[in-house]
């Protein structure tokens, strides 16, 4: 029952959002994914990977037998759009893999066996369906705020020194190699969240049941309740409201050469056309997220992990996509939205509902200094700038020792025998 009230209230969201999409004329989440059942996908290695989250339910047999299924069905469909002229493009055939072993659950599968595959099917139509919807509401903000505040933010900026405008004039000098490898870093930030989930969901099909928290509870949450903060405080980034890409909605064409002068911020209307998708930054919040979810990898994972996390700050600064202070609220939102989901699953611990409740208190507190105080943040660089690190690094600090908390105590046996207060403790200690 609890499954089938989640999953209504999924679909009870999605349909309200393709309800507004229709509204403006463009189709919802729900269109979009199922038109790419035969037409060309947007993002066929999005498709594939939510396909790969879907086989840590299966054996090693089922799994190579769905993905030469998944390749069979992608090599027809080339070999038709090559017949007709048409863009040679794949994903189709993950996506209907997905799609079939839904049928097969319910009509072939029963019991645990069945729930199992679903929730695996869930899993991977959730990711995929997940960017659906985040198109959707990036249309939404778009159409439905027309005035942006990034006069606030980029104020506030002059606090940290203007990273954005620092590090585009760094990726610019990188020239191209430099640049295509951060825009591939940025654009497949789902992909390197598959690669630590998978991880995590490997012994699924053996245990036949999946671990109480992983990666992807954490990303899917990310990006439900994100862009809704989005509506309350929309912003284009600099590369639109300070550069060429903002046409002549723009305050001047000034990024990354000159950053904008200090005066007293109002908000400005911008295009009906371009998301207000930057406070918080959720790209900083989803690469933290997999940061945070790699560390009880191995080494090559930690290390991938944390790669990932400073090229996608960097490429959101670099890009203009993002301020700094984007970036502080984004770490900040994350670091709060998994002690929230952590807490959650361990019953509300004391420990838990703090961390929860001091991130929430330090994300408001951002977002109401960026909108009250920014003349004044710029004013005193040299005392917000450290003030808003510093509340970053209060969450940060605050979370790695609350999960220390949360981490089992491992105890050798024979103190176990000898010191039977050590069992208790231990036991305190994990709950």
């Not at 919802?28 to 879907?54: C, D, R, W």
């Not at 959650?344 to 004391?350: E, K, L, P």
């Amino acid at each position: 029952m609890l499954w089938a009230a989640a999953g209504a209230v999924v679909l009870g969201f999605f349909i309200a959002l393709e309800i507004a999409a229709r509204h403006y004329g463009l189709p919802g989440p729900l269109t979009s994914q199922a038109q790419e059942v035969v037409f060309a996908p947007k993002s066929g290695f999005l498709l594939y990977a939510s396909m790969g989250l879907m086989l840590v339910v299966l054996t090693w047999r089922q799994r190579l037998i769905a993905v030469g299924a998944a390749v069979g069905i992608d090599i027809v469909f080339l070999l038709v759009r090559w017949a007709a002229d048409a863009e040679p493009t794949f994903g189709n055939g993950a996506l209907w893999v997905l799609l079939g072993c839904a049928v097969i659950a319910v009509t072939r599968r029963t019991g645990r066996e069945r729930a199992l595959l679903l929730k695996g099917v869930g899993l991977g139509l959730l990711l995929v369906t997940g960017r659906k919807t985040g198109d959707t509401w990036l249309l939404i903000t778009s159409k439905t705020r027309p005035m942006v505040l990034d006069q606030y933010t980029a104020t506030a900026d002059h606090a940290l020194g203007n990273p954005s405008w620092q590090v585009g004039r760094i990726v610019r000098a990188s020239g191209p190699i430099g640049t295509h490898a951060l825009d591939y870093i940025y654009i497949q930030l789902a992909l390197a969240a598959v690669v630590v989930a998978v991880y995590q969901l490997r012994h699924v099909a053996a245990e036949r049941r999946f671990p109480r928290h992983h990666l992807v509870r954490t990303f899917l949450i990310i990006g439900l309740i994100g862009p809704g903060i989005y509506m309350i405080f929309p912003v284009v980034g600099p590369v639109f409201a300070y550069g060429a890409d903002g046409g002549h909605w723009a305050l001047a064409d000034v990024w990354p050469n000159t950053p904008p002068p200090i005066g007293a911020p109002h908000p400005m209307r911008f295009d009906g056309i371009t998301p207000r998708n930057c406070m918080p930054s959720l790209h900083a919040a989803w690469a933290t997220a997999i940061f945070i979810h790699s560390r009880k990898g191995p080494r090559f994972l930690r290390y991938a992990g944390a790669f990932w996390l400073v090229a996608t700050l960097t490429a959101t600064l670099g890009f203009g996509y993002h301020y700094g202070v984007d970036l502080i609220a984004g770490v900040v939102f994350s670091l709060t939205t998994e002690a929230a989901i952590r807490s959650f699953d361990r019953g509300w611990d004391r420990a838990g509902i703090r961390l929860a409740a001091y991130g929430a208190t330090v994300f408001a507190a951002l977002l109401v200094s960026y909108r009250c105080l920014p003349t004044t943040m710029a004013d005193h660089p040299w005392v917000f700038g450290p003030l808003l690190l510093l509340a970053m690094a209060s969450v940060i600090h605050g979370y790695v020792r609350t999960a220390k908390r949360w981490e089992p105590v491992l105890v050798p046996a024979q103190r176990l025998e000898a010191q039977p207060e050590l069992v208790r403790t231990a036991v305190a200690r994990s709950r």
